[in-house]
């Protein structure tokens, strides 16, 4: 028996919850993994599944060997990545969650210059909106948007996560005055499906104090910014939408920005930004570092979308 295979076998069947799984990811047979989880309890006389439900569960021994297998097979893998990242450049298989609209903008389109730079890694992308788990998942690294929730994930920051408010130069021909957000109330805005509340927050820029909140609603409102962007750019309304999805607009004059003496935003709390996000281990395989490097490369600081906006 292979026993660093029957371990990885083991841990990953019960990650997932399923020995189909654990061996549609390994590219394997069901009857293999089974296999090789029947030699582990042959060689240690105990049973490590209860199998009497649809769903794996751990016998006692079964959770005290997982413990161990988990910080077993960990440790190998950091003695593997860093004695190879001492004479090797990166490579491999370089698996990324990232965001739908974002990854699409200002993901993908960077990634043929990535493989130019690095010819030995390969990319397998999959774009969600979904919070995917990297352990579960076996991700390597994932984009995430937002204030980020408490986790064991390593975190790096790229840009501050600005939304600014944006109307058709069509609208604001037709439209009442805005001068102040509570101007918001006799516009129609196109609301956010997913923000915590109705309302949208703003700060002003210049003079401390506690955000203003108001109460907007109008025509439409969706779920998805890019469905918003598009109803904003048809003169429909006010949006308040990410730099990073109408920097363009503005720039080249699709959409005008309101109210610049205000920070806008959905929700007050702790500010919200872009992170490149990837689980905690002694040692960072070379692929994911080099990749968050070229990415905060090709984005800038501030960020490319921020300084388009901002011209």
Request: hydrophobic content about 45%.
């Amino acid at each position: 028996m292979d026993y660093f295979a029957a371990l990885r076998a083991f841990v990953r069947s019960v990650d997932l919850g399923s020995f189909s799984k654990a061996a549609a990811e390994q590219g394997a047979k069901v009857s293999t993994v089974s296999r090789q989880i029947g030699a582990l309890e042959a060689d240690l006389g105990v049973a490590l599944f209860n199998r009497s439900t649809r769903r794996l569960h751990l016998t006692e021994a079964g959770g005290t060997l997982y413990g161990h297998a988990v910080q077993l097979l960990a440790g190998l893998e950091a003695a593997r990545i860093e004695t190879a990242s001492l004479n090797l450049s990166p490579r491999g298989l370089l698996r990324i969650n990232i965001p739908g609209a974002f990854g699409r903008l200002h993901i993908m389109p960077h990634v043929p210059a990535f493989l130019a730079a690095y010819p030995d890694i390969r990319v397998d992308a999959t774009l969600t909106d979904a919070t995917v788990d990297l352990i579960d998942s076996g991700a390597d690294v994932a984009i995430r948007i937002g204030a980020l929730a408490d986790s064991s994930l390593i975190a790096r920051r790229f840009a501050a996560h600005r939304r600014l408010l944006v109307a058709a130069p069509e609208y604001l021909r037709a439209a009442p005055r805005l001068e102040h957000p509570d101007d918001l109330a006799r516009h129609a805005c196109l609301p956010f499906a997913l923000q915590p509340t109705a309302d949208w927050y703003f700060c002003s820029k210049t003079k401390k104090g506690e955000p203003i909140s108001v109460t907007v609603e109008g025509p439409m409102r969706a779920n998805d910014s890019e469905a918003i962007r598009s109803t904003v750019l048809a003169g429909l309304g006010i949006g308040l939408l990410p730099s990073w999805l109408i920097g363009e607009d503005i720039r080249d004059d699709r959409l005008v920005a309101l109210l610049p003496a205000w920070e806008a935003f959905f929700a007050p709390g702790t500010e919200p930004a872009i992170w490149g996000v990837y689980p905690p281990k002694k040692v960072v395989a070379p692929k994911v570092k080099v990749f968050l490097d070229f990415l905060q490369t090709r984005f800038g600081t501030p960020p490319y979308w921020d300084r388009a906006a901002d011209q």
